[in-house]
């Protein structure tokens, strides 16, 4: 794979930070757009822009295509069973969110349980603690270990009859750690109960396919899959989608509207309120293209293979210490400087043109658990290169010059 | 694309002059159908016998001269016949407004194949396709006794 | 005012329609977006992207002055006192489901009652709905008139102690109604009782002063507004926003957490879960801009002369009857034809490149009320002319040729 | 923007040595701030007497270099001051940071002015604005019985 080429294909990259090449080590908070993505949304504005669903105009009609064309794709891509499980939302928080509140609306019980992990994002613990004061729901919290993995037994020993849902991450954005998503689906499985995977930090890296893992939510943001800002996308299986009731309500998701009630149609109508988010997801359709023409497979070949090398390289550098060391490891290597905080590390690399996120990362349960208030985080998308881990590398030493360390 | 085809005189004449826009006598089954989206709606009745033959059909609803002309044209050409047949029929019906493919029906004579055929011309306008496929949704499943009332946005 | 200079900075009318000049009536639906709005979305994703508020490199720092720059420009726009009452949403219907879900949960209680119209959208009882269902609220309808006018005495009659919001809509989108708003705030006052604004229709074209109209709750949706789609408007008032909780959960939007207890910060990042649409928001500052430098003012004079020319048209032509004769009415026309329904009409004129909306525009309660299933419905933005009202009458007269009327 | 002005060696020095980062004896006032996004937390502790003098002031926490020494510096410029001196060098430290003023403080001597001088180097980093003026901020709700919280992020 020619990484040069594909990452001349991301415009942001000819340009220059503080005169620097831009070295793009955040995008896991949110990754570059390809120039196809850019473009298709510029120009679906330009020729082919309407409202979708609601006029039967000609423009109307092509808007309307183009965007369940996007609803197919995303379908194929995970390998969903029906086009009807893909529900698009302002972002994976949202997902969460609905799931939340529907879910939670028509099974949770005061003295239910919640089980999460301490890995989650905050995305994957504040709508449960929403339930918690809501409905009176318990949540449990399944312990990671040293290396940053939580064990299926940790998850085990936390079941109970009470047990209502397990929301769990694929990919934790800090530690990196890649879940027993199989397993702890398996084990679910056998107790009836339903799984929730925050697809956040799998979908942009991970090969999917929702008929094999058989969880029963997964939402994934597209922003960090080389989409636009403002879609996530929650897929749910069908049987869920019946059964939920709706969340948002407005123009779109209704069937009747009567002075005295009003009934609603099926998935995925019923969870799309308004207008929704056009041109984006119009624009999305590219990013599916563009990952699926490099293959998602050779992505996380390639992933890995800087990842490793980022390790190898840093775990070199006697200042550096990493956080956690599972198995299993995404496209994020997290770590801290002695004596450095990691604010003042992603000034110091900033100035160097290398953009790395610093803070708890929306998981302050698990900085907690750790033991510090905050880390640096190096994440990784399908343009870097090992180039840039040098850069990297180079730039922490230089922290420590300027910290006379 | 072109208008003319769309709204062809036995189109217009359907859609003004719906045939059997009532409730049926004896009806046995019916079903209701909704297009959420333009407000379309369809009400239809059907007398099945024992012999899962279609005895008696109609319906009644408001909406675009394509979807009244649809349902009117559907009662005429399904009154009578087999369930089975109708079925084939409205197998076909749909996938002439989907992909366009003539819907030869051996069991159709000249005059209800001009008929029918004469709804071809909405597959040019894919706004339209719902209108012309609400009422033989509903058909089936007033057939079927699903009482899911049909919503074209599924 | 040039508006061919106007119109020539939105490319989509460079575009054929079926091989005609595209007469975009549809505005009410969603609007076109000028260049400079496209040209910004596109640039901000080429030069200038990355995730907001969350990192501390260059780019994250450049994107996030320009998203709370937004925040500013719409503060100045809708004379709001404070930027903190500016609460990014998805679209209007997030923003009236926002408050309903948070004033509901805090201030709904069995039989408590929320007054709307019978010219409401779905957005704004869709959501009032929901609270019917889970707390037992009453929603009472005021009644509009034969001209499409809620009189403020239909209003007051309606109002009891235990009337707890009044949400109406500031112009309707179907008979064009402005409605009487500084009247039904000046009552509500008297009675101590809150009240929502639904500004979609008003926005777009008219100047806004939250200050001196003194409403508690006021939404818009930016498409409708020359804006990216993706993006609505909650403005609130602040003393509301301090008292209401959160409404999604996720990151960004918390204070503390702990594995017991999470609290939050204020508006309006309580209310801003999760990663927003950066580059939408971004883009939408051109929009405000745009608007401002033609002028709203300039907007609505121009609006309101073509609407004129188009109902006095229209009256002409016998076979149309336009419905509803608002004495104060927005830039909307909505209409049926003798013996041809709405769909029918809707297909016909775009044979022409007229494009309008047929069908009940999400106001099935008022359709019902006027006793009809469906009308067309011509809406106009900045770009429409004298002669697009011509092309319509035109188009008109076609669908009664070809229905041999 | 240059990384030798933000990390000058007197803010190195605070920010490995904090002065003050201890519970004062005394102390009749405090209150806590939070930066939400980073993690960065400070309690500000102070004796206020009652002439409204600044007997003694000492902060805890955790956070980047420029927050910590930030805080450092605020107390030992602060202790001693009366409150309304305080208060005016709080503002201008903030109008410093905001928009490059130079904090021209008549009560500041000259070595107290070259120690806040060197937190100028911040407002060429926007997004460290908010570490260098937690604790000041904090200082203030601290002084006056805010018993909010205070949050960057507001
Ligand atoms: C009056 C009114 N309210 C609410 C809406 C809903 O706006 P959105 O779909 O952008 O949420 C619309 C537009 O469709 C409208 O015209
Ligand atoms: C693991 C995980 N979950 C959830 C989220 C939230 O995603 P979004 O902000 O797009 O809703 C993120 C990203 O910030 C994430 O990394």
């Known amino acids: ?405 | 694309m072109d208008l003319k085809e769309l709204y062809q005189e036995i189109i217009l004449d359907h859609g003004k002059n719906p045939r059997n826009k009532k409730k049926c006598d004896g009806f046995n089954k019916d079903a209701k159908g909704n297009n959420p989206l333009c407000g379309d709606k369809v009400h239809v009745y059907l007398r099945l016998n024992d012999e899962k033959q279609v005895e008696d059909i109609s319906f009644e609803g408001e909406g675009c001269a394509i979807s009244i002309a649809s349902a009117s044209i559907m009662t005429e050409i399904i009154k009578g016949k087999d369930f089975n047949v109708a079925k084939k029929i409205l197998e076909n019906f749909i996938n002439m407004l989907k992909d366009g493919s003539k819907p030869s029906i051996n069991s159709l004579s000249d005059n209800e194949n001009t008929t029918i055929m004469s709804l071809s011309g909405v597959k040019q306008f894919p706004m339209r396709v719902k209108c012309a496929t609400l009422a033989w949704h509903t058909f089936l499943h007033a057939a079927e006794n699903n009482k899911k009332v049909v919503n074209t946005e599924e």
């Open chain 1, 1 to 405: 794979m020619d990484i040069k080429e594909i990452k001349s294909k991301f415009p942001i990259f000819s340009n220059k930070v503080k005169g620097k090449k831009l070295v793009y080590l955040d995008s896991a908070n949110s990754s570059q757009k390809p120039k196809v993505v850019i473009d298709r949304i510029s120009n679906f504005y330009s020729k082919e822009f309407s409202n979708v669903g609601r006029s039967m105009h000609s423009l109307a009609v092509t808007a309307t295509n183009r965007f369940e064309e996007t609803r197919d794709l995303i379908k194929n891509f995970i390998n969903a069973k029906f086009r009807e499980e893909i529900i698009f939302t302002k972002n994976a928080t949202e997902g969460i969110n609905l799931v939340a509140t529907t879910y939670g609306e028509k099974f949770i019980k005061d003295k239910d349980e919640i089980i999460i992990t301490e890995l989650e994002h905050h995305a994957n613990y504040v709508p449960w603690h929403f339930l918690r004061k809501r409905k009176g729901a318990v949540i449990k919290f399944a312990e990671c270990d040293k290396q940053g993995e939580v064990s299926i037994d940790s998850i085990k020993k936390l079941i109970t009859n009470r047990t209502k849902l397990i929301a769990v991450t694929h990919v934790s954005n800090v530690t990196g750690t890649i879940m027993p998503l199989s397993k702890i689906i398996d084990l679910a499985k056998t107790k009836k109960i339903p799984v929730l995977i925050d697809g956040c930090q799998g979908a942009p890296h991970i090969k999917l396919d929702m008929q094999k893992l058989d969880c029963d939510f997964y939402v994934m943001s597209c922003h960090k899959m080389y989409g636009p800002t403002g879609v996530g996308i929650l897929y749910a299986k069908k049987k869920w989608l019946d059964e939920l009731p709706p969340y948002q309500g407005g123009g779109g998701m209704i069937d009747e509207v009567k002075k005295d009630n009003i009934s609603f149609p099926e998935s995925p109508t019923k969870f799309e309120a308004g207008t929704l988010q056009t041109a984006e997801i119009v624009g999305f359709a590219e990013s599916i293209r563009f990952i699926e023409n490099i293959g998602i497979k050779n992505i996380t070949q390639h992933e890995k293979e800087i990842t490793e090398y980022g390790l190898e390289k840093l775990k070199k550098n006697n200042s550096v210490s990493i956080i956690g060391d599972p198995k299993e490891r995404g496209a994020i290597i997290s770590f801290t400087i002695k004596g450095i905080h990691p604010h003042d590390i992603a000034t110091i690399l900033d100035d160097d043109g290398v953009a790395i996120r610093a803070g708890h990362h929306c998981c302050q349960i698990l900085h907690e658990k750790i033991g510090i208030p905050a880390s640096a985080r190096a994440s990784l998308g399908i343009y870097n290169s090992k180039e840039d881990i040098d850069i990297l590398n180079e730039s922490i030493n230089k922290c420590n010059k300027v910290f006379n360390n």
